[in-house]
């Protein structure tokens, strides 16, 4: 079988992009189709080496009509006439309406707290039982014709249960129906079509990676050695270099694409472990004081001692310390300068991705000023006031912050580039009289 392009980065195939507005263009002629559509959709096409071009939407798309199969099938079929499905989920639906009628006599709620603790605990139960019959359908097959249950497939690569949702996609779909009809993928990719969702940045024709939490174990198990040569987003041959040093601490420039510390493949290289070869005789479980993301690049502290170590982080703590990143972004930026304060937490059905949520996220700040700006990019310079996972990417992408995502930011919805233009480039201690920079990836319009 051909190789087929990395799903989680790559530049669409000049084909599928025509499939891709032919797709747009005929679902926005159809009066039937189009109304459901522009609430927004994830879609994807697939080209197979025979010219078949196969598509597909994510997700269900309610009143949709398509006896001409238009789209591929679902790989299990959720709105089936008397499926198990429609049965329990209009019962659910029936618990949160009385919920709901509960929940509105504000006078009257405190006297009926044990019914509704009784109703929201069946209503959990019920959806959990619901979503594992669910699963229990899912059988998704590989190009050599394997098939195998999702559970089975999340199980092997060690994820738990899948996520809600998980077989639903736009990518897995075209796959199960390319494998099922004897055609071989050659090339594959996912766009956005309509509107954005509120709280994710979504463009309009735009094409986006594969979700990583849902799909990933199924791409690998369905795709197997036909990703062997897809460019991987793990790779990092650069070295570090010390920036700074002293008796008590060292400030090193991480690469982009090197992780901070080691991850659960001890093959891939990090910065911890390349700081504990270069100094055998630290004793400290970590020497880092901080990280950064993978794809992120530039200074890192690291102690010699403990006690410089628990200095350093205390004065992170404090805010002691500032740091200064540089960023290109997508798009010109119409604000010079200005404060971003999103609360944020991890997406639990698409980690790693962070998101905004207004109830459960934590308070995350982010000052910034424009640099210089062009047509196409915005050259800005962030300072982190809290230090939140993804905090600069999330503020940059999200509608409700920049709503202009980093240039090659690719997991919040950016175009694919050479790397993630996203530089730690100055750090200040004013209490040891420390101005380090690090000027060694010169991220400019």
Known sequence: MANINNPYLYHPHPLLKRAADELCLYIGQCPDW????EQGKMLGVLLCDDGTVLRAYSGVVNGLSDPNGYFVPPIYDLAAPDDFYLRKDAEISEINRKIGEIEALADNKKTHNDELAGLRQMRREMSIALQREIFRHFDVVSADGTYRNIVQIFADAKRGLPPGGTGECAAPRLLQAAFSRGLKPVALAEFWYGRSPRNIRRVHGQFYPSCIEKCSPLLSFMLGDSLADAPSVESCTD?????????????VSKPARMLSVPAKDTTLANVESWLKRRY??????????????????????????????????????????????????????????????????PNPDDRPRQTVDWQFGKEAVTRYNVIGRNEKTTLVEFFP????????????????????????DVLYFAKPATRLMLHAERVDYEDLGLHIIDTKENIKL
């Open 280 to 345: 055998p005789d630290c004793r400290l479980p970590f020497m880092l004081v901080h990280r950064l993301d993978q794809a992120t690049s530039g200074l890192l502290l690291a102690a010699k001692d403990a006690q410089t170590h628990k200095e350093l982080q205390l004065a992170f703590e404090q805010k002691k310390i500032r740091k200064r990143y540089v960023a290109l972004l997508e798009g010109s930026l119409p604000s010079d300068c200005g404060v971003i304060s999103l609360p944020i937490c």
């Open 239 to 251: 070295e570090p270099e010390i920036i700074y040093e002293d008796e008590r601490m060292v400030a």
């Open 385 to 408: 006031v809290t230090g939140r996972t993804h905090q600069l990417r999330l503020h940059a992408a999200s509608p409700f912050g920049l709503d202009h995502p980093i240039v090659g």
């Open 34 to 37: 189009a109304p459901l559509f």
